[in-house]
């Protein structure tokens, strides 16, 4: 079993940055691919981007794409998500989430950490 824990969240304004981590712990944490989700205010869950287990492949929903970076560090057990040009429509709360395969649903990854507020003001 994989155990993930988020961190890194909090309030922006539009255009500020954050970075997010997803420290993990229990099974071999390289073996896993590493994903990122979010739910903003009244919408379903979406995913974010995603990270091979080597870290040589990475995939990112178009709306993220050249703002967000994936990242992760597997001497350390720990994922990252950092965000730059933030918008208010990032505003949600953001999951780092653990699987076995490379693939963007949400039903598809094993292991969910509890989630981290991020707030983008205007």
């Known amino acids: 079993q994989v155990q993930l824990v988020e961190s890194g969240g909090g309030l922006v304004q539009a255009g500020g940055s954050l970075r997010l981590s997803c420290a993990a712990s229990?099974?071999?944490?390289?073996?896993?691919?590493i994903a990122w989700f979010r739910q903003g205010p009244g919408k379903e869950r979406e995913f974010v981007a995603h990270i091979s287990w080597s870290g040589d492949r990475t995939y990112y929903v178009d709306s993220v794409k050249g703002r967000f970076t994936i990242s992760r560090d597997n001497a350390k057990n720990t994922g990252y998500l950092q965000m730059n040009s933030l918008k208010p429509e990032d505003t949600a709360v953001y999951y780092c989430?653990?699987?076995?395969?490379?693939?963007?649903?949400?039903?598809?990854?094993?292991?969910w950490g509890q989630g981290t507020q991020v707030t983008v003001s205007s």
């Open positions: 989430a653990a699987g076995r395969t490379y693939l963007v649903a949400a039903a598809s990854y094993e292991y």
């Open positions: 229990g099974r071999t944490f390289s073996n896993y691919v």
